[in-house]
C-alpha cells in the first residue's frame, strides 16, 4: 500500500490534474436500476468531473444484429447496455461486446481514459484496449456468490496484474486480497446520513404498503439471495407471531417459492432508493439475518450505518465487518438464533434511544459517501500520477494492448 494520508494526494493539485476530464468507463455486474448502492454513489461523484459511460452485463432480445442501449441518468452519466441476439455462442458473445464498447470509445478518439472494474468477467471483451488508469473496485467476492462463472478467478488475478489501484469494499476482502497488490486501499461502505436521517424525522409517513402492518415491526432492506438465512427468519416469526417482519427488496438466484410464509411475514419487493427511509423509520428494530457461508464470508453490507442513520437499532447474524466495524463497539447487536434474536430485539426496543442515537451520530459524523469519494478520487489522481509520462504521450501511440 502506498504511503501518505489520503487528504495530501487530494490537496495536490498537480497529481489530480493528471486525470483531469478523462472518460470513466465502468464495466459492472450490477445494473444501474437495480439497487442504488456503491457504484452508483461513486460513479454519479465522478459523473459532476468526468463523462462517465455505466456498461451493464448484456441482455438478449429478437434483434437483427448487436447493438448497444444508450440512456442518461443525469447530467455526465450513460448507462450502456448490450442488446444481444438470441443464441450466440460464449466466443459470438464476447466479439459483440468487443465491437459495440470499440465503437462506444471511438467517440472519445484523441482523448485517455480510466477504466473501472466491478466485474473482472469485463476483461473478456476490454482486455485488447489501454487505458491511462486501471482502477479494479472490488466490492464483494463475486467468485463465492451462486452461479459464478468457472473463469472468474482466472480473470481477477489477471486483472490484478493490470490494475494500478485496487480497492475493497470491506475489511475482510482487503486481508484476503491485500497480499496481490502493492497499491491496494480498503474503502468499507459509506453513507448519506442526511438521506436515510429522514427516517427520524417526527413527521414522516409510512408507505401505504407498510401503514397497516401491526407493531412492532423488525425490517430487512436489501437484495434478497444465497446471502439471506431463510430459515432464521421462518423460526424468528414463528417464535413471536404478533411481530410483524417486512421484506423490503428483489428476489434474485432463489425460488421465491422458497420463501418463508407466514402472516407476519411480509414480502414488500423492491422499493426505490429515495422511498427507503420512509420503510425504515417506521421499524423498530433493523434485522440483518444473513447466512453464515462462503457468499456471505467477505461482505460489508451498506445497509449497516444506513439503518443507525435512520435511527433504527440493528440485530445482525455474525457477519464479519458488521460485527469488526459496529458489533465490537455496540452499534449492532450479534445474535445467533431465532431465540437470541428475539431478546436482542426484545432489549433494543426497550432501551432509550436518546443516549445510543448520540452515540450513533458521533460515528457516523466521521464518514460520508463525499468523504469517501475525495479518498478514491485522490488515490486514482495519484495512480495516474506514478505513470509518468505516459499521459502525455498523443492518444494515438496508447492503443496498444496493455500488458
Known amino acids: 500500500m502506498r504511503q501518505g494520508s489520503s487528504v495530501q494526494l487530494a490537496e495536490n493539485k498537480d497529481v489530480a490534474t493528471s486525470i483531469a476530464g478523462l472518460p470513466v468507463i465502468c464495466f459492472s455486474h450490477l445494473r444501474w436500476d437495480f439497487v442504488y448502492q456503491r457504484p452508483q454513489h461513486l460513479l454519479s461523484r465522478f459523473a459532476r468531473r468526468h463523462p462517465v459511460v455505466f456498461i451493464e452485463e448484456p441482455i438478449f432480445e429478437d434483434v437483427a444484429a448487436p447493438e448497444l442501449r444508450r440512456s442518461r441518468r443525469g447530467e455526465g452519466l450513460e448507462v450502456c447496455v448490450p442488446v444481444l441476439p438470441h443464441g450466440l455462442s460464449e466466443s459470438g458473445k464476447v466479439h459483440a461486446q468487443r465491437e459495440l464498447l470499440d465503437a462506444r470509445l471511438a ?40 452461479g459464478a462463472p468457472p473463469e472468474l478467478l482466472a480473470l481477477e488475478e489477471e486483472l490484478m496484474l493490470r490494475a494500478d489501484v485496487v480497492f475493497t469494499g470491506g475489511h475482510s476482502l482487503f486481508e484476503a486480497k491485500k497480499h496481490r497488490h502493492d497499491n491496494i486501499h480498503v474503502f468499507p461502505s459509506s453513507i448519506d446520513a442526511a438521506h436515510f436521517g429522514r427516517g427520524r424525522e417526527p413527521g414522516r409517513r409510512d408507505p401505504e404498503d407498510q401503514a397497516g402492518l401491526p407493531r412492532p415491526r423488525l425490517g430487512f432492506f436489501g437484495v434478497i439471495d444465497e446471502r439471506f438465512d431463510c430459515d432464521l427468519l421462518k423460526a424468528v416469526a414463528a417464535a413471536k407471531p404478533d411481530w410483524s417482519f417486512v421484506m423490503v427488496g428483489p428476489v434474485v438466484k432463489i425460488d421465491p417459492a422458497d420463501l418463508p410464509q407466514a402472516p407476519n411475514i411480509h414480502w414488500i419487493g423492491a422499493r426505490s432508493y429515495q422511498d427507503l427511509p ?17 457468499s456471505t464470508r467477505f461482505i460489508s453490507p451498506t445497509k449497516t450505518p444506513e439503518f443507525l442513520a435512520a435511527g433504527v437499532p440493528v440485530v445482525s447474524t455474525a457477519v464479519n465487518d458488521v460485527v469488526r466495524s459496529y458489533g465490537e463497539d455496540g452499534f449492532v447487536r450479534i445474535a445467533g438464533d431465532a431465540a437470541s434474536v428475539v431478546s436482542v430485539a426484545q432489549s433494543l426496543m426497550e432501551m432509550d434511544r436518546g443516549p445510543w442515537l448520540e452515540k450513533v451520530d458521533r460515528k457516523l459524523a466521521h464518514t460520508s459517501w463525499d468523504s469517501t469519494f475525495a479518498e478514491i478520487y485522490a488515490h486514482v489522481a495519484a495512480a495516474a500520477g506514478a505513470l509518468g509520462d505516459a499521459l502525455s504521450e498523443p492518444a494515438s501511440t496508447r492503443e496498444a494492448v496493455n500488458v
Open 107 to 146: 467517440e472519445f478518439a484523441g482523448l485517455g481514459r480510466i477504466f473501472w472494474y466491478y466485474t473482472p468477467m469485463a476483461l473478456l471483451f476490454s482486455r485488447h484496449l489501454h487505458a491511462d488508469v486501471v482502477v479494479f473496485d472490488s466490492m464483494d467476492e463475486l467468485s463465492a456468490f451462486k
Open 278 to 294: 420512509d420503510y425504515i423509520g417506521g421499524w423498530d428494530v433493523g434485522f440483518m439475518p444473513f447466512a453464515l457461508n462462503e
